[in-house]
């Protein structure tokens, strides 16, 4: 296991990242509890998907075939309207409380189908349950079951074309609607975001996080009521993420404040990814869009 960063200079919370190669995941099976606790703020996992896969799945879900197919859930947000590939269960500019159940389950229904589209068969469901096993003591790790017919989604795909961002928040979304379809044996004390790097942008489009917790008192905010990026970058600890083709990371956003840096160069930032928490009892481990 290699450091990344241990701590870094400024205000706020302690950040510490941690990096292993996915052949050895299973030699750190108290690494996700690690990361529920905040005694590691995230984890890299280099070449968790084969460079050659996720190369040939970003062609095939930015080809004119699979065009269609791409929502934009913050439609009308000044640099932020991100382009998606199936529901997530987060507020958005078009869905302030989050989507509806009915379109969220119609979504998780059709996850062969996105699968087919952007790996032309089997997606990486399997191979990403065994990473998040091996970091979780060898416990069972998949979607949880959403209705009596579908379970959750477990990936959506995300692509930030040139010029676009994530702004500063953390995921507290436990509150909205959709998480009644979550049964409560799960920890909502925890949620982590997790994601693999389909592409990475050309230049920027980092993951950068902050020694900020929501939970803190006072953060600093524009008049708008969005964070203020610029104070956090002033002013408080910092890492930003170098990610690769395949590489995934997992990190506490539920407590750390993070954003994605604005895309530079010619070509978008793709990404699939989610949450993830344990039950209560720590006997299994779940993960969703």
């Known amino acids: 296991m290699k450091e990344l960063v241990r701590d870094v200079e400024g205000r706020g919370h302690p950040i510490r990242v941690v990096e292993i190669d996915a052949d050895d995941v299973t030699e750190h099976p108290s690494l996700m509890e690690a990361v529920f606790r905040a005694d590691v703020t995230g984890v890299v996992i280099r070449g968790a998907l084969k460079e050659s896969v996720v190369r040939d799945a970003t062609a095939r879900l930015e080809s004119a075939e699979n065009a269609a197919r791409w929502a934009s859930p913050n439609q009308g947000m000044p640099g932020g309207e991100l382009r998606t590939i199936g529901d997530a269960a987060t507020p958005t500019f078009t869905a302030f409380r989050g989507p509806p159940a009915e379109r969220y389950g119609a979504s998780a229904a059709q996850r062969h189908d996105y699968d087919e589209a952007a790996f032309g ?5 399997e191979a990403l349950g065994r990473l998040f096993s091996g970091l979780s003591e060898g416990r069972p790790s998949g979607p949880p079951a959403f209705d ?32 009644e379809h979550m049964d409560e ?59 690769g083709a395949g590489d995934l990371v997992v990190f506490n956003s539920g407590r750390y404040v993070h954003r994605v840096s604005p895309v530079r160069g010619n070509r ?17 481990v779940v993960f969703w869009s």
Request: charged share 20%; glycine share 8%.
């Open 185 to 243: 044996r799960y920890d909502r004390s925890v949620i982590l975001s997790w994601f693999v790097t389909l592409q990475p942008a050309e230049v920027d489009g980092q993951l950068i996080v902050y020694g900020l917790w929501g939970s803190d008192p006072d953060p600093p905010m524009l008049p708008t009521r969005f964070l203020d990026t610029q104070a956090l970058e002033d002013g408080y600890k910092r890492y930003a993420f170098n990610l």
């Open 121 to 125: 068969g089997d997606g990486p469901l």
């Open 148 to 179: 009596e017919q579908t379970d959750w989604l477990p990936y959506n795909f995300r692509a930030l074309d040139p010029g676009v961002q994530i702004y500063s928040h953390h995921d507290d979304h436990y509150g909205l609607p959709i998480y």
């Open 268 to 284: 978008p930032r793709v990404t699939l990814g989610g949450f993830l928490t344990a039950d209560v009892e720590r006997t299994e």
